[in-house]
């Protein structure tokens, strides 16, 4: 699976983005699919995804309420709708597809796949 996301930018604090990621290749529609992101000098950290087997939405537990994630299988997208932003979720955020199961949805070692990354920035 290649993965291209977008929607990244800069936006002030309280404002909202939504992040997109179009795959190709095979088996969209059964895979993991998942953000996350990084700031440097930190670990990569799960955001949000959705389990490929039961299309299961799952969120890292401090981004529940202002986070929603989506998928649209026919276009083989899926999207991250963040609301309320702080300065604090300034990172660079990356969509991945990985094994199906929800369980594996927060692991970042389940995911084959990853794209390049958009840069999301929250200025206060």
């Known amino acids: 699976v290649q993965l291209q996301a977008s929607g990244g930018g800069l936006v002030q604090a309280g404002g909202s ?3 997109s990621c179009a795959a190709s290749g ?3 529609s059964t895979r993991n699919m ?3 992101r990084q700031v440097p000098g930190k670990q990569r950290e799960f ?3 959705i389990s490929g087997d039961d299309d299961i939405a799952d ?11 989506s998928k649209e299988s026919a276009k083989n997208t899926i999207y991250l709708q963040m609301n309320s932003l702080k300065p604090e979720d300034t990172a660079v955020y990356y969509c991945a ?3 199906s199961g929800f369980g594996l949805l927060r692991k970042p070692e389940a995911y084959d796949s990853w794209g390049p990354g958009t840069q999301v920035t929250v200025s206060s």
């Open 17 to 19: 983005l939504r992040l």
């Open 26 to 28: 095979r088996a969209f």
């Open 34 to 36: 998942g953000w996350f």
């Open 47 to 49: 955001v949000a995804g």
């Open 59 to 69: 969120f890292a537990d401090s981004l529940k309420g202002r986070f929603i994630v």
């Open 97 to 99: 597809a990985g094994r």
